[in-house]
């Protein structure tokens, strides 16, 4: 399987990658993907590029949806539950190829989980070494200062993001 897009069929796979690593090789160094996207299939893409690269890069993904981490097939709504995000990352650094995610998004604020929660989760995580930095995207201003209050948010994405 390639890279998925909204807009027509999967690029192949050799093409994804030679697509990365060019895009690498212009001096991009942000390379932003999700557990959704595919499922799985766009991470996995990106760590076997970025692979000989991996400490010149920084990798970004983003968790929240309600796949499930074996099949990757999406239930309906969302899931941050501390145990299915911890379990998430754990499937994005095996995909990823790498020991660390350098910005960790909450890819929507899930209402059934408190976003202290969230934010706990992501500041443990942090502890372990297996992500740098915590993301919100779609996050109203009061949510992300509570989210804030336990671990910092260095990144936000709204939907008006250009």
Known sequence: MGLSHAYGPPVPKSQGIALIRAADGRDVTLFDTAEV???????ELLGEALA????????ASKFGWNV???TGERGAGLNSRPDHSRGAVEGMLKRLRTDRIDLLDQHRVDPEVPIEDVAGTVKDLIGAGKVRHFGLSEAAAETIRRAHAVQPVAAIQSEYSL
């Not at 996207?37 to 991470?43: A, C, L, R, S, T």
């Not at 690269?53 to 990798?59: A, F, G, L, M, N």
């Open 68 to 70: 499930n981490p074996d």
């Open 52 to 59: 000989p690269v991996r400490e010149q890069v920084i990798i």
């Open 37 to 43: 996207y595919g499922p799985f299939n766009n991470e």
